[in-house]
C-alpha cells in the first residue's frame, strides 16, 4: 500500500499496517498536516497502548462494535492518537487546552466521523479518531477520564475538553 504518507511510515502502525484502512490513514496523515500547520512544533504519534489500532473483539469497553474491532469491518478503522508539543529546548509536551480543542476542530476537518478525547493518557493526553460514517452530517464525540477509583468512564466531550492540562 503506497499512500505517499508525508507524517507516518508504515513502522509506525506495527502488525497493523498491512490492515490498516487506507481512507483511515490519510486522514490521519491530513490530520497531522493540519495540526502540524495551526500549532508549532505539533505532532501527532500513535498511542504506545496495546489496543491503540487494531484489536479482537474482546478487547476495549464496547468490544464488538468498536472501529478498532478488525474482524467486524476487515481492516483498522480507528486509530488512538497522541498528539504534542516539541517547545524548542526539545521537551516534549501535551497540548495545552485550546490547543486540544483546535485538534478537535482540525479532526473533524480532516474528516473523521469519531472524536474522542483522553485527558488521562500517558506520556500524553490523546485522542480517538476513527472513520465511521457520519450520520445526518454528525460526529460522534466523547471523552473518557479516570474515576476516583482510577476507572476510565465515557464523560461528555466537553467534560474532558474541560478536564484537559498540558
Given amino acids: 500500500m503506497d499512500l505517499n504518507l508525508k507524517h507516518f511510515s508504515p513502522r509506525e ?63 483498522v478503522r480507528a486509530s488512538d492518537v497522541m498528539p504534542y508539543v516539541v517547545e524548542p529546548d526539545g521537551s ?35 485522542m480517538h479518531l476513527d472513520n465511521r460514517q457520519r450520520i445526518n452530517g454528525h460526529i460522534a464525540r466523547w471523552g473518557m477520564m479516570l474515576d476516583a477509583n482510577g476507572v476510565q468512564v465515557e464523560v461528555a466531550q466537553a467534560t474532558a475538553l474541560q478536564a484537559w492540562r498540558a
Avoid at 16 to 45: E, R, T
Avoid at 92 to 120: C, H, M, N, T
Fill in 92 to 126: 516534549k509536551r501535551s497540548l495545552s487546552p485550546w490547543e486540544i480543542r483546535k485538534a478537535v476542530e482540525l479532526a473533524a476537518q480532516a474528516g473523521f466521523g469519531g472524536i474522542g478525547v483522553y485527558p488521562d493518557w500517558q506520556p500524553f493526553a490523546g
Fill in 13 to 75: 502502525f506495527g502488525i497493523w499496517w498491512p490492515s490498516m484502512n487506507s481512507d483511515q490513514l490519510l486522514k490521519l496523515d491530513h490530520f497531522a498536516a493540519l495540526l502540524a500547520a495551526a500549532i508549532p512544533g505539533a505532532h501527532v504519534m500513535i498511542s504506545p497502548s496495546l489496543g491503540a489500532l487494531g484489536r479482537p473483539a474482546n478487547i476495549g469497553s464496547n468490544g464488538g462494535s468498536s472501529m478498532h474491532n478488525v474482524t467486524k469491518w476487515g481492516t
